[in-house]
């Protein structure tokens, strides 16, 4: 009875050493050649969709770096060639500056001798566009945070789908190797899809903030001109 026992103790720890010489680490480009042709094709797309992410991302915060820059002195400046009535130097002052808050001003100037709501429409007009040129792209980052995970369900779906046609394929009897296939495409789009959807929602929220902030930076500045062009002379 002891030698018995000693022998299926053995055996078994025979089992759990060769058990344990099987387990195997996944890596995560295993992972995705695993999931089968249809999450391939998904995982493709969607690290196209990253890299474009990611490029309109650094693109328009370098934009909208350079945009931001602008002489604390620069009101100070237009305003006393106003003042002095050289228009034209003060036109020169934007030019050489040129930002979205330079061409905003510049167009201002260039309405002086006309009433003061032309001039407020025309900065306003002015400002709309630079506040387009701003958000180029930006909005094909949006769609990609809301895309991205709905692309990578729909690999959940594709994937289930298939682990479900190879369960009815295989004759009553469940084998994991059978859906595989079908769940590493299920699993593993549905994580990409997630990461690509959150890395392009965090770009785009941070980009509105920094155009806001220039946004009121041209707000700012239009009211600073328009208020020295109401003062009595």
Do not use: W
């Not at 997630?194 to 903030?209: E, K, P, Q, S, T």
């Not at 920094?210 to 062009?229: G, R």
Request: net charge negative; hydrophobic share 50%.
């Amino acid at each position: 009875m002891l030698n018995t026992l000693l022998q299926n103790t053995q055996e078994g720890a025979e089992l759990l050493t060769d058990g344990e010489s099987v387990e195997k680490t996944l890596s995560i480009i295993e992972l995705i050649s695993s999931g089968g042709a249809a999450g391939q094709i998904i995982i493709a797309l969607l690290f196209l969709l990253l890299v474009a992410a990611i490029y309109i991302y650094f693109e328009r915060i370098f934009a909208i770096k350079a945009a931001s820059v602008v002489d604390a002195n620069f009101m100070n400046q237009i305003k006393d060639h106003v003042s002095h009535g050289k228009i034209d130097s003060a036109q020169m002052l934007c030019a050489q500056v040129n930002s979205p808050v330079s061409r905003l001003i510049g167009k201002g100037i260039s309405r002086i001798g006309k009433p003061l709501a032309d001039i407020n429409t025309a900065l306003e007009n002015a400002g709309r566009l630079e506040i387009y040129g701003l958000e180029k792209n930006v909005s094909i980052l949006a769609t990609i945070s809301g895309a991205g995970p709905m692309i990578g369900f729909l690999g959940t779906v594709i994937g289930m789908i298939l682990a479900i046609f190879e369960l009815a394929n295989a004759g009553g009897t469940i084998q994991m190797d059978v859906l595989a296939s079908g769940l590493y495409t299920a699993m593993t789009t549905t994580v990409a899809g997630l990461i690509v959807g959150i890395v392009a929602f965090m770009a785009y929220n941070h980009l509105v903030v920094k155009t806001d902030k220039i946004v009121y930076q041209m707000e700012a500045n239009s009211l600073e001109f328009l208020d020295h062009l109401n003062e009595p002379s």
